[in-house]
């Protein structure tokens, strides 16, 4: 089950003046900052603000835009041609959230799993590797695609047990391409009652900024987030963070 | 993007001719050429020559390669566009069945009971066939796709970071590791270069350069000559923006553990040091302590035993006096030194790895008739001044202003070559 929008954290946070020290340092020259794997953003150490750090593994069939949504998440150029993603390739995407109850600001390090479909049929270990201490999965259809749509709940009942303890969130793309679209309002509103998953609609060109984005990235923190509390209480630590691994990595 | 439209690439079964894909030029070859290019090829075989390729007199060139018996590839350069040799198409043909191999793995290529089934296979391979078919007439200063050399940067003060990637490697479970920047080879374990053949040190490369936008990645990968049919992985991980840093492995250790034990690990101490290396990147792929004279326009220098070159394509001429002409495009500049590097090599230095690649044929009976290996030669052209000179260990192949005099070209190129290896060792 998912948690209402904006229940735990400050949603439309990077409309707020208040957020703009913060995601000045996932920005660059007006795009998005590329990081490497021994970098993160850099805040002044007085600010105290942790990293915490989440895997996240995204599923679905063979040109419904994995790898466009990874870059798309990551700002990154979107690949304008499909070109099968025959390996698995991950990309790290930070985003600074505020908690509203504390007012607390952390910075979600995504690590986004994205592997081609044909790579996990011709390599046993593939998928196993996708799952690997996995927190979050994004089931993704095309809104130009009803196969996909359809082979949904497929997808999810092969990928997750009842017992894993993941967020899922379901993402449909080529939302731009409405004229096209395949599945209607009330399927996806019939989908989210069935199976009480949100379903976020991406889309379009990726030079939309932040706000194309946001409420996924603050869906996926929010519910992360939540779960991590939930199995804090339940060994009763106080606080998540203490939990994940925080800054073992170098400033930039 | 000029290539894109005048090279195209064929790909189709050798014993049927079936079209299985074509790459390249917008617009495509009508079906009724590719079967002629395919039938006359057949035709050859079906007399005991084989075709390899032709020429027309606009310049247009046809290469043909049949690849374990079941594949066939056709290169075909329009004339128009930039010039592309002989030599430089059927190195393309060799490289894309690498790849080919690469992705797919020898068995998938040669076994043809479903050929549906392969198209769709074959679509995998895309994505590194049209960085090759854009490599030739590449204006970055990649030339190996072509001279079958990695492509690598030097660094000036490399011994900390060699230390590194050997435990990184180590820690791994591996022996082969590799550093590179910006898509050139930085630094590499002891094994990288001696066990692994050159051409899949060159794929190697293109591959991970294709990933360049990925935090890390798991790539099985089948090398076509150490194991053409059992996949090993490729894990690469981008420590700063373009900078890479790769190892070839067994089942482990797993991507997200190699990622989240061993990289800070190992590599958090050296972000200096790998910032540097992207700043040199920045200006030269030599180190700041070589300076080359002014009227160097290009230069290519292989390392023959270790199969490494490298290639400095200056941006701007320092000290240059006021009344000297302006630098040729980076890009004209490659261009010609693809060009002299293939003259070279085809007419003088003929050296055993090109007539390995069958590529020599029409222009071949000059060189046949020397009983000596030429060490030296130049070329005068209305654009520049080239020099090629080789030893037993290096290959120079340099582009010099025509105010240089001709008689001084080969004082600049012994002194141009000396002073390279003496500052980097390489
Ligand atoms: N118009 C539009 N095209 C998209 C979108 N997402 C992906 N694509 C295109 O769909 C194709 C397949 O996308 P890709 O991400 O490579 O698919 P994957 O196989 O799931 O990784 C590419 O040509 C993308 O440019 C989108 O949201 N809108
Ligand atoms: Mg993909």
Redesign the pocket.
């Known amino acids: 089950m998912s948690v209402p929008p904006g229940s735990i954290i400050v949603s439309d946070w990077h409309r707020f003046p208040d957020s703009r020290e913060f995601f000045s340092r996932i920005l660059h020259n007006k795009k998005r900052r590329k990081f490497g794997l021994l970098e993160a953003p850099m805040m002044p150490p007085h600010m105290n603000v942790d990293i915490v750090r989440y895997k996240v593994f995204?599923s679905?069939?063979?040109?419904?835009?994995?790898?466009?949504?990874?870059?798309?998440l990551a700002g990154l150029d979107?690949?304008?041609?499909?070109?099968?993603?025959t390996g698995i390739e991950t990309t790290v995407v930070f985003w600074p959230v505020r908690l509203k109850e504390s007012g607390r600001v952390l910075f979600f390090r995504f690590e986004l799993w994205?592997c081609?479909?044909s790579a996990i049929r011709r390599f046993d270990h593939m998928l196993p590797s996708c799952k690997e201490q996995v927190d979050a999965i994004l089931f993704?259809f095309?809104f130009t695609d009803r196969g996909s749509f359809d082979d949904l709940s497929n997808q999810i009942t092969r990928i997750t047990e009842s017992s894993d303890r993941v967020v899922k969130l379901v993402v449909g793309?080529?939302?731009?391409?409405f004229m096209h679209t395949d599945v209607t309002e009330s399927d996806v509103t019939h989908f989210q009652e069935v199976w009480g998953l949100p379903i976020f609609r991406?889309?379009?060109d990726v030079s939309a900024g932040l706000g194309e984005i946001a409420p996924l990235l603050n869906a996926l923190a929010e519910n992360l987030w939540h779960q991590d509390c939930m199995a804090a209480s339940s060994v009763s630590i106080s606080t998540p963070a203490a939990l994940r691994e925080t800054d073992s990595e170098i400033i930039v | 993007m000029l290539q894109a439209e005048t090279l195209q690439l064929l790909c189709l079964t050798s014993t049927s001719g079936v079209p299985l894909f074509s790459r390249g030029s917008a617009k495509q070859l009508p079906f009724s050429i590719i079967g002629s290019l395919n039938g006359v090829h057949m035709f050859g075989a079906g007399h005991g020559a084989q075709l390899m390729s032709c020429e027309t007199d606009r310049g247009s060139r046809v290469v043909w390669g049949v690849f374990q018996e079941s594949l066939m590839l056709i290169a075909v350069s329009c004339g128009g566009g930039p010039a592309i040799s002989e030599l430089q198409l059927s190195r393309l043909l060799e490289n894309v069945w690498n790849c080919m191999v690469l992705v797919l793995g020898q068995d998938e290529l040669a076994n043809m009971r479903n050929v549906e089934r392969l198209k769709r296979e074959l679509r995998s391979c895309y994505r590194l066939i049209d960085l090759l078919l854009e490599r030739v007439s590449d204006e970055q200063g990649f030339m190996g796709d072509l001279t079958q050399c990695a492509d690598c940067l030097l660094l000036s003060n490399s011994g900390l970071l060699q230390e590194a990637l050997d435990s990184f490697t180590q820690a791994a479970e591996s022996e082969f590791g590799c550093l590179l920047v910006h898509g050139r080879v930085a630094q590499a374990t002891e094994k990288w270069w001696s066990r692994l053949s050159s051409q899949e040190v060159v794929v190697l490369s293109v591959l991970v350069h294709s990933l360049s936008g990925a935090s890390s990645c798991d790539y099985p990968v089948f090398l076509p000559q150490g194991s053409p049919t059992v996949a090993i992985r490729l894990l690469s991980f981008q420590l700063l923006p373009g900078v890479h840093v790769c190892v070839l492995c067994g089942p482990k250790p797993s991507l997200y553990k190699a990622e989240n034990e061993l990289i800070g690990r190992f590599w958090s101490t050296f972000v200096e040091n790998l910032r540097s290396c992207l700043e040199q990147a920045k200006h030269s792929t030599l180190p700041p302590s070589v300076s080359l004279r002014w009227d160097i326009q290009a230069l290519l220098l292989i390392n023959r035993e270790s199969r490494r070159a490298v290639t400095v394509c200056p941006r701007v001429r320092s000290g240059a006096p006021s009344e000297a002409t302006p630098l040729l495009s980076s890009g004209r500049r490659l261009e010609l030194l693809r060009l002299f590097y293939t003259f070279a090599m085809t007419r003088y230095f003929n050296p055993q790895e090109a007539s390995v690649s069958s590529a020599l044929t029409t222009s071949e009976d000059f060189s046949q008739g020397f009983t000596h290996v030429p060490v030296q030669c130049y070329l005068v052209t209305d654009e520049c001044k080239c020099y090629g000179l080789q030893s037993s260990q290096h290959q120079l192949f340099l582009l010099m202003d025509l105010s240089v005099p001709t008689f001084a070209l080969r004082t600049v190129a012994t002194q141009t070559l000396s002073a390279i290896t003496a500052a980097t060792g390489f």
């Open positions: 995204i679905g069939k063979t040109g419904v835009g994995k790898s466009a949504l990874a870059a798309r979107f690949p304008k041609m499909h070109y099968e993603t994205d081609g479909e993704l095309s793309t080529k939302f731009d391409l991406v889309g379009g």
